[in-house]
């Protein structure tokens, strides 16, 4: 069982930056992705950005929104992924879920297996 805890949302006012971070205990998988999804009010869940690191190498992809505001690291000895959020926009309110387990490539959240309890970020106007 994975054991996935969020910290560092807020409110943050537009145009601000924010980072997340996001810590697995537990069992995880090599070579599958870890990452993170959000959830508006009234709105499906969105993905949000992935990592995956395999032969050394690491790999990630973003949704289409937050592309080029919002980069993902993370350190795989340590289960940890990170996700740094610059320029933020109203629209980014959302809870923001941590998940692991996930087949790399996906954008599809039932295809990510571990879901933490989600951090709450709120961008003001």
């Known amino acids: 069982q994975v054991q996935l805890v969020e910290s560092g949302g807020g409110l943050v006012q537009a145009g601000g930056s924010l980072r997340l971070s996001c810590a697995a205990s537990?069992?995880?998988?090599?070579?599958?992705?870890m990452g993170w999804f959000r959830q508006a009010p009234g709105k499906e869940r969105e993905f949000v950005a992935a990592i995956a690191w395999s032969g050394g190498n690491i790999h990630s992809y973003y949704g289409d929104s937050v592309k080029g505001r919002f980069t993902i690291s993370g350190d795989s000895a340590k289960n940890t992924v990170y996700l740094q959020m610059n320029s933020v926009k109203p629209e980014d309110t959302a809870v923001y879920y941590c998940v692991a387990n996930g087949v790399y490539g996906s954008t599809y959240w039932a295809d990510f297996a571990s879901w933490g309890q989600g951090t709450q970020v709120t961008v003001s106007s």
């Open positions: 537990g069992r995880t998988f090599n070579n599958y992705a």
